[in-house]
């Protein structure tokens, strides 16, 4: 028996938005470490009598080893929860490094990210037939954290399909004219921003690019703000094939071979031009 790490996405704020799992975790925890400045404290309504809750606000890793350290002496269990899904900008890999050299046994346990928990509070999908096949999650460069080479606002923009901008929020001017840099944009493409998205005090917008950064700084938002961009945030009227009643699968019959029809010649079209 040694002790158990486990990384939790605490999900955007709102804790009915935690999932089952997180919300065991955190009762059987002996030690709780939390994102005071990320992660609502209505999270904590899980947090079982006499468990130490620490808040990591205030240090660097450095500043809570000594909590894993004791973990690992006492076998303790500790829940660290993190916003959102802590596969994202969570930092929990030099974490779960630090864990296993202290001989510590850890998990991840997934949570809603703020780009999911937006998409739905303007009931909108990201991946919208024919107008957007694919997500782009990234940050704007230039701030504190270096980017990989390669990794910029303008080539991922490029492609002109959904993006979700995270820790960008700061310096929506740049990042609005990164983003109609690559030309694929234009200034009438949606926008949706979301500052604390499920808190009580949480603010949504739609707007064009074209005003992004105006909109955002009449706000006076410049932190836990997301922002999703593409042509999917409005396009409708078309439909996805696997629902079509054309469509066949191993648990489902074409229903009506007129739309079997229809939807081959829309595919053959597809093809024709992309090639
Ligand atoms: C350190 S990152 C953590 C991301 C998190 N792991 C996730 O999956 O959402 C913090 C950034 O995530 C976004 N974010 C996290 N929670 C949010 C919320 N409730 N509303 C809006 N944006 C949020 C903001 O862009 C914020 O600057």
Known sequence: ?????????????????????????????????????????????????????????GHSMEGITHLYER?????????RIHSGDPGLWGGTQEQHELCTRLGLQTEVIPGVSSFSAVAALVQRELTVPEVAQSVVLTRLEGGK????????VRAFAAHGTTMALFLSAARTKQLQEELLAAGTYDEDTPCVVAYAATWPDELVFECRLGELASRV??????????VLVGPALSAGGTRSHLYHPGHFHEHRKVEDPAARAELRARRQAARTAAS
Do not use: K, N
Request: glycine share 8%; hydrophobic share 45%; no cysteine.
């Open 145 to 152: 954290t270096p980017m990989p080479p390669g990794e910029t």
């Open 217 to 226: 700084r009449e706000q006076g938002l410049y932190r836990q703000t997301l």
């Open 1 to 57: 028996m040694t002790g158990l790490v486990s990384f939790i996405g605490a999900g955007p704020g709102a804790a009915d938005l935690l999932t089952l799992r997180a919300a065991q975790r955190i009762a059987e925890a002996h030690i709780v470490i939390w994102a005071a400045s990320l992660v609502h404290e209505d999270v904590l309504q899980h947090v079982r009598e006499g468990a130490e809750v620490v808040s990591s606000a």
């Open 71 to 79: 973990a690992a002496r006492e076998h303790l269990r500790v829940a």
